[in-house]
């Protein structure tokens, strides 16, 4: 009966925590976060999920992958950091108190890493892996169905409802609709682009790939994860989130890259077989280059015609085409491009990391030195002088720059070995033969391959999406489906429902 309880409590927790990822700024939580604008609703059951099974796993004293020894070390390395920062001498700009401004920066970390260890130690077996990516479609088709309907009323009638603004305004602390974009449950159009490229379709990208589903029904022969990819890329389109849309461009061109390899081989050896006798050399080498520069010619108009597309939906990227066409410098084409104040902010966040290059400024502790160390171009955009009217210090916009300038060359160091170890994790696990596993593997990938360029984008450890992909993938490596210290599959509720059978390892040729 013990058992049963415990089941049911561990699948409830971790599918409302599924349910509620797309929430990224709870109002109340946001409050009691002192007025965060992260403030991730998900938060709340992981919590509840840490309380009460964390003790019993870490009671047996399991044994962790190593891919957590540089994610542990750069932890340390931030406290070092934070503390050394208070014998720097500090500009004087904006009475904030230091030791709650660092407290603030490690509970933004704190929640990113327990998001990834509950990830990690909380699941033992790819049965559970199934249960999760099935509440993750649901949780997915929930966020493609409220983005869709704010679109549909604004293309449609050229305004959003009461009722939808009222919605809006208790599930996210800014309340804002915007024009044109689409924002889902998020506080705003970028973090629904960001959510989407680093959780949601790197999932039903990889499941559509490898013809694997969680589910077993099928719409025509099409799979959930096929139809949600679909609607995923319109939505993301029509949140006219710039940095998510090239995240995403990267990811879809790494597996371009990895099936073109596959194909221009291919290609090339059907060639030659036809030939009565073999090719020399340089004709054959001339002929490789040929196929690799017609199918490169293709992608490329691809590309020119979708970023036609998006010159045409989104008034920010209307003059593309007329700055590439003219002589303008990178800071000239970036501020006519609307993009100029995060240029202005990487390149003061680079200027403290030039001065504090070792262990950098301490966490949260960059916004102090930005009216010191602002380019003279940063004070020709708008956001610059909103720091000396907000109560907030500054940030440099950008996860990558953060890491250098607060934390130092170590501090970068260490976060970027723990992404290679994840790295080389997902290309052994790429090549597992269950096809969940397999898929996790490839969805890691494309995780990985997005947030290189999200990382320009956003700057906190908190959103979650990036570190329960990491986490899974490292449990991957330690699955044990005895373990004793969780509650086993078969007991209560199974992952797939009452009959205990998981339809995860479906991997159908099409």
């Not at 689409?182 to 559509?208: C, I, M, R």
Request: net charge positive; glycine share 8%; hydrophobic share 50%.
């Amino acid at each position: 009966m013990r058992q049963r309880l415990e089941s049911y409590l561990y699948h409830f927790l971790w599918a409302v925590l599924l349910l509620l990822l797309p929430v990224t700024s709870l109002p109340l939580l946001s409050k009691l976060a002192g007025g965060s604008m992260v403030a991730p609703a998900a938060a709340i059951p992981l919590g509840l999920l840490l309380l009460i099974f964390g003790p019993l796993y870490f009671y047996r004293q399991p044994q962790l992958p190593r891919v957590v020894i540089p994610l542990f070390a750069f932890i340390l390395l931030t406290v070092l950091s934070t503390a050394l920062a208070f014998f720097i001498e500090f500009p004087l700009f904006r009475d904030v108190d230091r030791l709650r401004n660092g407290l603030s920066g490690f509970l933004t970390l704190t929640i990113g890493v327990s998001f990834f260890l509950a990830a990690l130690v909380l699941t033992n077996s790819p049965e559970r892996l199934a249960f999760f990516f099935q509440w993750i479609n649901i949780s997915g088709g929930l966020v493609l169905l409220w983005a869709g309907l704010q679109s549909a009323f604004w293309y449609i009638g050229g305004d959003y409802p009461d009722w939808m603004r009222e919605i809006q305004h208790l599930i996210s602390s800014s309340g804002s609709l915007y024009i044109r974009r689409t924002t889902g449950f998020a506080f705003e159009p970028s973090w629904l682009g960001h959510q989407l490229v680093v959780f949601y379709l790197p999932y039903w990208l990889a499941a559509s790939f490898r013809r694997s589903s969680v589910f077993r029904w099928r719409l025509w022969k099409f799979t959930a994860e096929n139809l949600l990819f679909g609607g995923g890329v319109l939505i993301l389109v029509l949140s006219l989130a710039r940095s998510a849309l090239l995240s995403f461009s990267l990811s879809v061109g790494w597996l371009i890259l990895l099936t073109t390899a596959r194909f221009a081989g291919w290609l090339h050896h059907k060639l030659l077989a036809q030939r009565s006798q073999p090719l020399p050399k340089p004709a054959s080498l001339l002929l490789k280059s040929s196929i690799w520069l017609v199918i490169f010619s293709l992608y490329a108009g691809i590309l020119l015609a979708g970023t036609y597309i998006l010159t045409r939906l989104d008034p920010r990227m209307a003059d593309l085409f007329r700055v590439l066409s003219n002589p303008y410098t990178p800071l000239e084409a970036a501020n006519y491009l609307f993009f100029g104040e995060r240029v202005a902010f990487w390149i003061t966040g680079l200027q403290i990391f030039n001065d504090f290059p070792l262990f950098g400024v301490g966490l949260e502790n960059a916004g102090y030195f930005f009216p010191e160390k602002l380019p003279l171009f940063g004070w020709t955009v708008v956001e610059s002088h909103k720091m000396y009217y907000t109560t907030a210090l500054p940030n440099t916009l950008s996860l990558w720059i953060r890491l250098l300038c607060e934390t130092g060359i170590v501090g970068f160091s260490l976060f970027l070995s723990f992404l290679y170890l994840l790295w080389q994790t997902s290309r052994v696990l790429i090549q597992n033969q269950q096809p969940l596993i397999a898929t996790l593997a490839l969805t890691a990938q494309l995780t990985m391959i997005a947030f290189l360029m999200e990382g320009m984008s956003v700057d906190t450890f908190a959103f979650p999406y990036y570190w329960l992909i990491f986490g899974w993938l490292a449990a991957a490596l330690n699955f044990n489906s005895n373990s004793p210290h969780l509650p086993r599959e078969g007991q209560g509720v199974s992952p797939a429902g009452a009959n205990g059978q998981t339809s995860l390892l479906s991997n159908e040729r099409r």
